[in-house]
Structures are given as C-alpha cells and as structure tokens.
T-cell receptor, first 114, second 115 residues
C-alpha cells in the first residue's frame, strides 16, 4: 500500500519569513514524490518532484523540497514567503516501477500574512 | 496551447439524472485521469487511461463510466447522479503515466452539485 500524510491542515507565516509545509509518506519500494499547488478555482499546478539523486530538489517560484529517506519525509520549503504564495499545497507519492497510481495527501492551506 | 480543457465549469443535477463531463487535451499525452476533490480528503482517483482504447478503475470508480476512443478526449459519465457525487472534478494528463515520473497537467475543474 502507499499513502501520504500532510499533518497540518493550515499553515500561517508572515511575509518574508521562511515557510515549511510538511509531508510524510509510506510506500513499499522506492518513491517518486511530487508537490502541487492549487490557487482558488483552478486546477493543480506542478511545483517539483523527487525521482532519484540529490535529496534537495528545486522547483518553480523559489520552492524547494528535501527528500529524507530515513524519516520518510518530503517537506516543502521556501526561504522567504510572499503573499502570493498563499494557496493549497498537495504532496503526492507513487512507487517507482509499479502499476499503482499517484496518491495525494489531504492538502495544506498556506496563508502568508502581509 | 490550451493544455487540458474541461467543460462545463459548473453543473447542477437532480438525483437520478445522467450527464457527461468533458475533458480534452492537446499535448498528445498518453495518460489521462479523472479525480474528485472533496474537502479534507485531497484528490481521489476515479478512472484512468494509459492510451486510446485502454481504461482502468481508480480508487472510487462506482457510479462513473469512462471511455477513451481518441488520444485527445477522455469523458466521464455519471450514470445516475447521487448527492454523494457532489464534488469538484478534475481531469489530468501526462506524457508517460505508466512510469509514474511525469508530472500531471490539470484542467481547471468542474464543480458539480447534485440535489
């Protein structure tokens, strides 16, 4: 089985401060991990992915994520938050080489306060 | 480049009615899928297709049918709408769904209300 957990429904951060959105996963095998962002009344947009190699992955809009195999985590980070980063963020996982489909977390609403 | 186009944007149905949600992509993607999004539950996979003529069930397929006669189109049919199908529906596509490492491209969604 594969699953992903986003332990925080809501994260608030002041503009200019660093932000972290947490994600942990559970898979049998090697994971492919993704972060997506959803703005109001829009579909999800791809931010970044971890497939293999360097544990620190850089993506769109200054976001990055760190793959930690021992802690089975893939937290999303940004050094300096912008008000425009306010959105719903989803973590997703799939087992590499398997026939299973992508599994999404329940989402974390990020609010950046001016 | 339109990407993934979903129609309609909004729909209200009465219990027992049927309808088709349309999805089209112009990126020549092999893989297409339908998700429903409900508050606090993330996205759940309804059906997916790895190519024209091939479809399979996802996590929550009951009450929905799909077909894939062309690479571009992947309609989702609600056979007899129920209030439990009130949700926001997203269509998504990717280049190589079977390998799993290609990101999904999403449409803007269809908000469905069943009364």
């Amino acid at each position: 089985a594969q699953s992903v957990a986003q332990p925080e429904d809501q994260v608030n951060v002041a503009e200019g401060n660093p932000l972290t959105v947490k994600c942990t996963y559970s898979v049998s095998g090697n994971p492919y991990l993704f972060w997506y962002v959803q703005y109001p009344n829009r579909g999800l947009q791809f931010l970044l992915k971890y497939i293999t190699g360097d544990n620190l992955v850089k993506g769109s809009y200054g976001f990055e994520a760190e793959f930690n195999k021992s802690q089975t985590s893939f937290h999303l980070k940004k050094p300096s938050a912008l008000v425009s980063d306010s959105a719903l963020y989803f973590c997703a996982v799939i087992v590499s080489g398997s026939a299973r489909q992508l599994t999404f977390g329940s989402g974390t609403q990020l609010t950046v306060l001016p | 480049n339109a990407g993934v186009t979903q129609t309609p944007k909004f729909q209200v149905l009465k219990t027992g009615q049927s309808m088709t949600l349309q999805c089209a992509q112009d990126m020549n993607h092999e893989y297409m899928s339908w998700y429903r999004q409900d508050p606090g539950m993330g996205l759940r996979l309804i059906h997916y297709s790895v190519g024209a003529g091939i479809t399979d069930q996802g996590e929550v397929p009951n009450g929905y049918n799909v077909s894939r006669s062309t690479t571009e189109d992947f309609p989702l049919r609600l056979l007899s709408a129920a209030p439990s199908q009130t949700s926001v529906y997203f269509c998504a596509s990717s280049v190589q769904g079977a390998r799993g490492d290609s990101p999904l491209h999403f449409g803007n969604g269809t908000r469905l209300t069943v009364t």
